[in-house]
């Protein structure tokens, strides 16, 4: 019985990637609307369960929409969908949207660390890091501007081999020896200045959203510190969040206070 259930997935992957494929290939345009059931379902030799379980995963995925009564429709290019459950860099959050990544402007130096990235990195006073900075783009288009930082220790007092970097810097840390385990990562709005609008071709003044990242290794080790700004209106941020864990009283005295006595920065 498993083993029913298990090819029968694995057909709906299938059947989802393909027509994923189809909408990334503009057979099917945003507007359009979708063939019927039986007309898909004849067309990729599936039931019409397995296509009724494909399509819904791509209306999960933001490429199509159900309009009650009258059909699936084809939807515009969907956001970049970032479930902040799993670590993942920038280039698969690209590819897992079956978009092509790339990188522009890319600036790779050695410097002195500053005091945010010696916290951020457990670094000391005059410790030097690799800086590599670069526009991350989605089939040409910017998505996101970062400023990444790693040790020099861990280059082994060299940044040549970060010259051919062209994509993930977490592959290219594993390579290396130094496989990522996890990562601390806070989130802010802001508003994109005229430097970082032009680098992301957008107007001055348009939402952004800002990642301060920290990666670790399995022993707690720093390994990265990434930041990055990326266009608000391209990303779609999701969280599991367990619960409901409920404050003892004293806890919520002095959530009270602080909420009180205490402004948004």
């Known amino acids: 019985m498993a ?19 189809s909408i990334l290939t503009e057979v099917y345009s945003p507007g359009d609307k979708l063939p019927s059931e039986t007309e898909l379902a004849d067309k990729y030799n599936v039931s019409r369960v397995t296509l009724r379980e494909a399509v819904r995963g791509l209306v999960e995925e933001g490429y199509l929409s159900r309009q009650h009564g009258l059909g699936t429709y084809v939807t515009e290019k969907p956001r970049l969908r970032n479930n902040l459950d799993v670590n993942f860099g920038v280039t698969q959050l690209i590819q897992s949207m079956g978009m092509r990544p790339g990188n522009r402007d890319v600036h790779i130096l050695e410097e002195e660390a500053s005091e945010r990235v010696r916290r951020a990195l457990a670094l000391g006073a005059g410790q030097a890091v ?3 900075e670069r526009i991350r783009t989605a089939d040409d288009e910017p998505i996101v501007y970062s400023t990444e930082f790693i040790p020099i220790s861990l280059l082994d007092g060299d ?9 993930s810097l977490y592959r290219f840390l594993g ?9 601390v990562v806070t989130i802010e709005p802001v508003v994109a200045t ?3 609008a032009r680098k992301l071709n957008v107007e001055p003044g348009k939402p952004l959203l800002h990642f301060a990242q920290v990666d670790y290794g399995e022993e707690g080790r720093p390994y990265l510190f990434s930041l990055e700004w990326y266009r608000s209106e391209l990303l779609q941020v999701t969280v599991y969040r367990r619960g409901p864990t409920f404050l003892t ?6 959530l009270s206070e602080k909420d009180e006595g205490s402004a948004a920065p």
């Open 175 to 183: 390579d290396l020896g130094y496989r990522v385990h996890h990562g």
């Open 3 to 21: 083993k029913k259930r298990n090819s029968r997935r694995l057909l709906t992957d299938i059947v989802r990637d393909e027509l994923r494929q």
């Open 130 to 132: 690799a800086r590599i």
């Open 159 to 167: 940044i040549g081999g970060l010259r051919n970097l062209s994509g």
């Open 194 to 196: 005229k430097v970082m």
């Open 249 to 254: 009283e004293g806890a919520e005295w002095m």
